[in-house]
């Protein structure tokens, strides 16, 4: 049971706009940066989202990430197929003194 | 370019140790805060633990399932990283990466098997 909170699967026809939420608790997300990540298959995970909205240089701007009270959410508009991966988010826990992962979100271009 | 390399990761029996190293290069490695995190087969990824840099007290935080088990630290004058695992369990089998705030490496394979 992973502290952050992902749907396990998401879906979208290319061209659409698909959110994937992470939802987690005051100790967490409502109190520090939420990350996210992007794992293609068979590859490392690659960071897509930092200090919640902020996109590395090379992120296409597809991909926003935005946070509220102790929600987070991932938006990718104008899905490709070579988006299909795993997405997990990431918050450092204070409760914890730890840094918490979402189970990921299985993201399928149909 | 930011590179990190993970090294020594291989088949270990239960109870039994194993260092692995994460080598640095591309970036400032003493002025990082340095993590580890690992995927087993087939499931999400977990955090390990971290160290901060010199100036901060090169200070460490572990997950509950290694404390006291795997201990992290850092060689700034090599640009490396590492994770002395001890008293390995079957649960431990993993890739384990290593991370920066804003990159990862490749993973080394840890399996732990008798």
């Known amino acids: 049971q992973s502290v952050l909170t992902q749907p396990p699967s998401a879906s979208g026809t290319p061209g659409q706009r698909v959110t994937i939420s992470c939802s987690g608790s005051?100790?967490?997300?409502?109190?520090?940066?939420v990350y996210w990540h992007q794992q293609l298959p068979g590859t490392a995970p690659k960071l897509l989202i930092y200090?919640?909205?902020q996109r590395p240089s090379g992120v296409p701007d597809r991909f926003s990430g935005s946070k509220s009270g102790t929600s987070a959410s991932l938006a990718i508009s104008g899905l490709r197929s070579e988006d299909e991966a795993d997405y997990y988010c990431?918050?450092?826990?204070?409760?914890?003194?730890?840094?918490?992962f979402g189970g990921g979100t299985k993201l399928t271009v149909l | 370019e930011v590179q990190l390399v993970e090294s020594g990761g291989g088949l270990a029996k239960p109870g039994e140790s194993l260092r692995l190293s994460c080598a640095a290069s591309?970036?400032?490695?003493?002025?990082?805060?340095m993590t580890w995190v690992r995927q087993a087969p087939g499931k999400g990824l977990e955090w390990v633990g971290r160290?901060?840099?010199?100036?901060?007290?090169?200070?460490?935080d572990y997950a509950a399932p290694v404390k006291g088990r795997f201990i992290i630290s850092r060689d700034d004058s090599k640009n490396t990283l590492y994770l002395q695992m001890i008293s390995l369990k079957t649960d431990d089998t993993a890739v384990y990466y290593c991370?920066?705030?804003?990159?990862w490496g490749q993973g080394t394979l840890v399996t732990v098997s008798s």
């Open positions: 991370a920066t705030e804003g990159d």
């Open positions: 591309g970036f400032t490695f003493s002025g990082a805060w």
């Open positions: 160290i901060k840099r010199r100036i901060d007290g090169e200070t460490t």
């Open positions: 005051s100790s967490n997300i409502g109190s520090n940066y």
């Open positions: 200090r919640n909205n």
């Open positions: 990431a918050a450092w826990d204070d409760s914890l003194s730890g840094q918490v």
